[in-house]
């Protein structure tokens, strides 16, 4: 049998079967790239900072709103140094608030006594962000607590105007978060909001963005605030019949995705490094540990998911050592963990046996078809190490350019001829990162079922990291 290169091989693998892939959803080009932003940063900040509320009222006086030694640029260093990608900002949180000046409020930071109300926080941001290199995303409560005109048709015109000053002004903006939030307004009544304009603006001022909600367009919630994505995870969602907000699909839905969903969705975890979205001195304690990070971490990324950790600014307008320090031992640990692939020095070659495998029809367990027959084709690849090695990480990668195509996958690892471990799973999607108990290992065999007898693994690495990272 002959070994060559597993990127040469697996690239070229793909480009073969390419030509076979039919409807699957695949992603669009900016969502291919959402995908690579990969881990970024959260920022809740506004009036809540000041009076350790999580949901402002609406009511609060500007004047609370005064971080005196606020430096964006600090915030981009942190970020830049945790290895994080972009920045998203409460532009405006539910109290209504808005960061910026804008012409279509009078709750904003002009009215507050920050630099004499000449402040500008998306504008400080945005251009820190500029000089560092990361992207710059904002969160827009599409629910205002504090805005006279919600609860009306005018509120959707305020709320076109005023991502239309972000865009015009700020960006260019990578992402646009609409939060599923929406209660009641300061007159009592709940706004029907004119979704349609309101993806019509985006697409119309900045067709670049990428739109997060419950329910994309772009990109889904996963569902639950933890940064936790389902085991397995599809970048499908079917959407509709569906609503943001009342009316989303369920949870556990917007955490696994649809198996057979008709657009491409991938899912954004969202987590607070402490227990709230804003800062509170009473938290500093509570700060989540790098190692706790690390295992969101494999939870959210290591499912194929991406990683939006939030890291919630002070009241003084900088980021506190607290999390500053959690962020550096985050950044080790995934330094140290993935620092040496095992495989460099790995042969790795295809064992096609399309004529010993079984091409008829297979049953493959799927979360919402109960045992549904279809055609797969079963393709699977042998890695050969060099020397016997220790490992207790594996980590695939799809091609997910042409689509999420396996369904399930199996890894059988031996010690010469011994088999000595076994894996299983179903999605992998763009990364997914297996631990297990280490294991000394001579090779492996990955099986893969692909739904359309595509094999679109694109990248296999191991590595033998710390123990204690690793769920017994
Ligand atoms: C939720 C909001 O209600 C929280 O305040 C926070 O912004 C979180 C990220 O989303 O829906």
New binding site residues.
């Given amino acids: 049998m002959k070994s060559i290169c597993l990127s040469i091989l697996l690239l070229s693998a793909t480009a073969l079967f390419a030509q076979d892939y039919n409807d699957l959803p695949v992603p669009s080009k900016k969502q291919l790239d959402w995908h690579d932003t990969e881990y970024y940063i959260?920022m809740?900040f506004g009036p809540n900072t000041f009076t350790g509320k999580?949901?402002g009222e609406g009511t609060e006086p500007e004047d609370i709103f005064n971080p005196a030694q606020l430096d964006c640029r600090q915030w981009c260093r942190i970020a830049k140094e945790s290895g994080a990608k972009a920045i998203i900002i409460?532009a405006k949180?539910?109290d209504g608030f808005c960061l910026w000046p804008s012409k279509y409020s009078k709750h904003t930071v002009r009215e507050s006594k920050w630099k004499n109300g000449k402040g500008d926080v998306l504008k400080e941001l945005s251009q820190a962000c500029k000089e560092y290199g990361l992207k710059f995303g904002v969160?827009l409560?599409p629910w205002d607590r504090n805005h006279p005109d919600y609860g009306t048709p005018k509120y959707n015109d305020v709320f076109v105007n005023m991502m239309k000053e972000i865009f015009q002004n700020y960006g260019p903006v990578w992402e646009m978060w609409w939060?599923?939030?929406n209660g009641e307004g300061p007159n009592g009544k709940r706004q029907v909001y004119d979704w349609k304009r309101f993806e019509n603006t985006v697409k119309q001022y900045s067709p670049k963005t990428v739109v997060f909600s419950d329910i994309g367009p772009d990109v889904r919630w996963v569902g639950n605030?933890n940064g936790i994505a389902g085991n397995p995870n599809w970048n499908f969602l079917d959407t509709v019949g569906f609503k943001r907000g009342l009316g989303a699909p369920p949870t556990d839905t917007l955490n696994r995705g649809n198996y057979w969903g008709k657009a491409w969705m991938g899912a954004e975890c969202?987590v607070?490094i402490r227990p709230g979205?804003f800062w509170r001195e009473s938290e500093n304690e509570k700060v989540k540990t790098p190692q706790q990070l690390f295992d969101i971490y494999l939870k959210s990324i290591g499912r194929g998911a991406n990683l939006l950790l939030?890291v919630p600014p002070d009241p003084r307008g900088l980021i506190h050592p607290a999390d500053s320090m959690a962020l550096t031992g985050f950044k080790k640990l995934r330094d140290e963990s993935f620092a040496e692939n095992l495989l460099k020095t790995a042969n790795t070659f295809y064992q096609f046996s399309r004529k010993e495998l079984p091409e008829e029809k297979i049953t493959l367990r799927s979360m919402d078809k109960e045992n549904q027959s279809y055609t797969v084709n079963l393709q699977n690849f042998i890695v050969e190490m060099a020397q016997p090695t220790k490992i207790n990480c594996i980590i695939l990668r799809e091609a997910i350019h042409l689509g999420q195509t396996i369904r399930s996958f199996r890894i059988v690892m031996n010690n010469g001829k011994k088999v000595v471990k076994e894996i299983s799973g179903s999605s992998v999607g763009r990364k997914r990162i297996l631990t297990f108990k280490p294991a000394t290992i001579t090779s492996f065999t990955v099986y893969l079922e692909d739904a359309k007898g595509m094999d679109n693994v694109i990248n296999v690495t191991a590595y033998l990291m710390d123990e204690k990272l690793i769920e017994k």
């Fill in positions: 959260f809740h999580e949901w409460t949180h539910h969160y409560s939060d599923g939030a605030e969202d607070s979205w939030n």
